[in-house]
């Protein structure tokens, strides 16, 4: 899982498997962002997930969220070459957007 | 779309050198912020700005100053870089008046302080 002062995880897995990224949060928040980015680029929102959802879908993508433990994951389903990124979640401070970013989860797929 | 352009991409300076990173937003958007990521790392927020005049401290300001001109300008200065200042910066805006939603970011700036 992701957050704080952990490092950047890595995951390398085939085309087409399915891969799931976890990230634990500390304080309390009221929506999970979950972030991409491609190398050389900004993040990119993918997919946001508030506290009244316990689930979210975007195309291939899932998110859940968990209020009372605190967690969230990102679920890539059948993932393809053009899914490798590095993926964040981030947290809103309760108001203006004011984003905490866990470490990131690097994925790689194909070689 | 939402754009926000960042200048200059690369910059090499001098440790005790002053630098100013520039950041541009077409988004119509009140809020502006201010990250830098460290290799194997998240972004962290420096400094932030509900809009022109303000500026405020995020989670690690030491070293570094803001300027909000306006609404489509927010600038990051270093008025004594030092090697440990030596990051990758992205400038973002979001929607301030709407909480939990979008924030949209650049393509950073690589400061390489010698």
């Known amino acids: 899982s992701q957050w704080g002062e952990e490092n950047l995880q890595a995951l390398s897995i085939q085309e087409g498997e399915d891969v799931t990224m976890n990230c634990s949060y500390k304080t309390y928040t009221t929506v999970v962002h979950w972030y991409r980015q491609d190398s050389g680029r900004g993040p990119a929102l993918i997919i946001l997930?508030?506290?009244?959802?316990r689930e979210k879908r975007s195309g291939r993508l899932r998110a859940t969220l968990d209020t009372s433990s605190q967690s969230s994951s990102l679920s890539i389903t059948a993932a393809q070459c053009e899914d490798t990124a590095v993926y964040f979640c981030?947290?809103?401070?309760?108001?203006?957007?004011?984003?905490?970013f866990g470490a990131g989860t690097r994925l790689a797929v194909c070689p | 779309e939402a754009a926000v352009t960042q200048s200059p991409r690369n910059k090499v300076a001098v440790t005790g050198g002053k630098v100013t990173l520039s950041c541009n937003q077409t988004n119509n958007h009140n809020n502006m912020y201010w990250y830098r990521q460290d290799t194997g790392h998240g972004l962290r927020l420096i400094h932030y700005?509900?809009?022109?005049?303000?500026?405020e401290k995020g989670d690690i300001p030491d070293g570094y100053k803001a300027s909000r001109p306006s609404q489509e300008n927010f600038s990051l200065i270093l008025e004594l870089a030092t090697p440990s200042q030596t990051s990758v910066y992205f400038c973002a805006s979001g929607d301030g008046r709407v909480a939990n939603t979008e924030v949209f970011f650049g393509k950073g700036t690589r400061l390489t302080v010698v």
């Open positions: 981030a947290t809103d401070k309760g108001s203006f957007n004011k984003l905490t």
């Open positions: 997930i508030r506290s009244n959802e």
């Open positions: 700005s509900y809009g022109a005049g303000s500026t």
